[in-house]
């Protein structure tokens, strides 16, 4: 699992097909996380934030323009 302690990277887009996706399956989308297991744990010990605040629940719909960051890595999602 990467930890990262410094400052937080500029946000990429990532582009998803549907209006909404579970943000477990986002992390793996975006490529900041190998595997939905790493999602569960990262997730559940609150390492997560969604639009600058923690979020423990895998399945939490993101939409459009939310922002996803863990271990100093952040994504957006975007419309494909």
Known sequence: MLRHDGPVS??????????????GQFLKLAG??????????????GEVSVNGEVDTRRGRQLAVGDVVEVFGRSARVARG
Not at 16 to 21: C, G, P, R, T
Not at 32 to 39: C, P, R, V, Y
Not at 40 to 45: L, T
């Open 10 to 23: 500029e946000a990429i887009d990532v582009e998803i097909s549907d209006e909404v996706i579970r943000l």
């Open 32 to 45: 900041l996380i190998d595997s939905g297991a790493e999602a569960k744990g990262v997730i559940a010990d």
